[in-house]
């Protein structure tokens, strides 16, 4: 393991995936917006994106859905998703510096949306806007909590996609309450006995081997209702 490597993938365990407010998580990214992409290809947190996009083109939606790429970032996935034809695209993102380099990409998304998904916050956003909703490294402590996840179904269309990539909650359990003992399986159960969304196909999770840093993730895919 290559000293860069350690030294990103500890901030992540013993700094980023920490229980803390969503606010604070987003000084963190506020500074690290400089060096974000650099950082993503030596922690290997690219193929979150990278993996999100393939899967996603799988699904053969067509070309022109529009689509929300939940807590943008740099625009990585953006970037991905433009590479397999979608380019109706827009970028959410709580953090202004991050969405900044989002912007500077020229043409990968046609909207900004500076704000955050919280619990009990609504989004500046209708009801049903989108035809999709992606969220690439977001699920995650102190990130987009599962509890939040209503606001994104309420502003994606009945019969639209709702898809994230994460890792296995192990990854997260050392200083998270959120994704200890199933608490993060038996919340998101509940949007589908509330009847909100289906699981897609075999995406429920889907498991990908050795996602990042030795540890596995899981891409989900859900259809609103
Ligand atoms: C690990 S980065 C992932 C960026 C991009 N999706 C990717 O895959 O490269 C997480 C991003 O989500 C944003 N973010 C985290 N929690 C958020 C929240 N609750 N609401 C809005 N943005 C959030 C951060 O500001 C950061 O830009």
């Known amino acids: ?17 920490v229980d803390r407010s969503v606010e604070e998580t987003m ?7 400089r060096n974000y992409n650099e950082h993503a290809e030596h922690g290997q947190f690219i193929n979150m994106p990278k993996l999100l996009a393939r899967e996603f083109g799988k699904l053969n939606l067509p070309k022109n859905v529009r689509i929300l790429d939940v807590g943008a970032g740099t625009g990585l996935l953006g970037t991905f998703l433009h590479e397999i034809g979608y380019e109706n695209i827009d970028a959410l993102d709580g953090s202004q510096e991050m969405l900044d380099r989002a912007k500077s990409l ?3 998304y046609r909207n900004f949306i500076n704000a955050l998904v919280k619990v009990g916050q609504r989004l500046p956003i209708e009801d049903k806007t989108y035809d999709v909703a992606l969220m690439s490294a977001v699920v995650c402590p102190s990130h987009i909590s599962v509890e939040a996840y209503g606001e994104i179904v309420r502003i994606v269309k009945s ?8 890792r296995v909650n192990e990854a997260f359990s ?16 509940k949007y589908e006995i509330n009847g909100l969304w289906t699981p897609i196909n075999s995406y429920c999770p889907a498991v990908i081997e050795n996602l990042m840093a030795g540890t596995n993730g ?7 209702i």
């Open 159 to 166: 019969g639209g996609v709702i898809g994230w990539i994460k």
């Open 106 to 108: 020229n043409g990968v």
């Open 27 to 33: 000084k963190i990214y506020s500074e690290w917006a």
């Open 1 to 17: 393991m290559s000293n860069q490597f350690a030294k990103i993938n500890n901030f992540i365990e013993d700094i980023l995936y």
């Open 174 to 189: 050392k200083n998270s309450n959120e994704y200890r003992n199933g608490a993060y399986e038996n919340l998101l159960k």
């Open 218 to 224: 899981e891409i989900y895919f859900m259809r609103v």
